[in-house]
């Protein structure tokens, strides 16, 4: 069974640090591109960024980029996202997603909930 | 970017009513694009992929269809397990962007 588990959200000052982290289960995940989608509270899905399965490949959406990075560590089927210099418009669950090419986003991991508040 | 745009926001429906759910890409896209459904508290769940393809699993009550720039979702049979909230996405970029949702109500 494929499983993604999120950890590392929290509550975090402006400015601040905090690194996400997913861990895999059930598919060999170096096979696999990966992503980070986030969502704020009651509000829509907004893509932040994506890894491809050997790391050649790193996109960000622009409302992270140069704040945000992400990685992976194949050997610990573990995928990161480093977050620093957080703003109050940063507070979301975020969640993981495996991609495949023809399917889109087919697997999810359950969120971890980042709160940005002084 | 190519940015997506669902319509409408919200709809109200009852058990057994026939629902559709549009959504454009401001670029062709071809059929790279996802429907997933979100009940609140949950990650969302892919229903149907390259526009038309329905996941394994997926009730075939829910079916999509469209290709370039317009895409449609629908229920030909509403159930209560399907008031949810609804999102398009394309992914013909690696940007993968998402339509705005659409949120489908207890008429």
């Known amino acids: 069974e494929v499983q993604l588990v999120e950890s590392g959200g929290g509550l975090v000052q402006p400015g601040g640090s905090l690194r996400l982290s997913c861990v895999a289960s059930?598919?060999?995940?170096?096979?696999?591109?990966m992503n980070w989608v986030r969502q704020a509270p009651g509000k829509g899905l907004e893509w932040i960024s994506y890894?491809?399965?050997?790391?050649?490949?790193?996109y960000y959406a622009d409302s992270v980029k140069g704040r945000f990075t992400i990685s992976r560590d194949n050997a610990k089927n573990s995928l990161f996202l480093q977050m620093n210099s957080l703003r109050a418009e940063d507070t979301a669950v975020y969640y993981c997603?495996?991609?495949?090419?023809?399917?889109?986003?087919?697997?999810w991991g359950q969120g971890t909930l980042v709160t940005v508040s002084s | 970017d190519i940015q997506m745009t669902q319509s409408p926001s919200t709809l109200s429906a009852s058990v057994g009513d026939r629902v559709t759910i549009t959504c454009r890409a401001s670029?062709?896209?071809?059929?790279?694009l996802a429907w997933y459904q979100q009940k609140p508290g949950k990650a969302p769940k892919l229903l149907i992929y390259?526009?038309?393809t329905l996941e394994n699993g997926v009730p075939s009550r829910f079916s999509g269809s469209g290709s370039g720039t317009e895409f449609t979702l629908t229920i030909s049979s509403l159930q209560p397990d399907d008031f949810a909230t609804y999102f398009c996405?394309?992914?013909?970029?690696?940007?993968?962007?998402f339509g705005q949702g659409t949120k489908v109500e207890i008429k």
């Open positions: 390259k526009a038309s």
């Open positions: 059930g598919f060999t995940f170096s096979s696999y591109s």
């Open positions: 670029h062709s896209i071809s059929t790279w």
């Open positions: 996405q394309q992914y013909n970029t690696y940007s993968a962007t």
């Open positions: 997603a495996r991609a495949d090419y023809e399917i889109g986003f087919d697997y």
């Open positions: 890894i491809s399965s050997s790391s050649s490949a790193i």
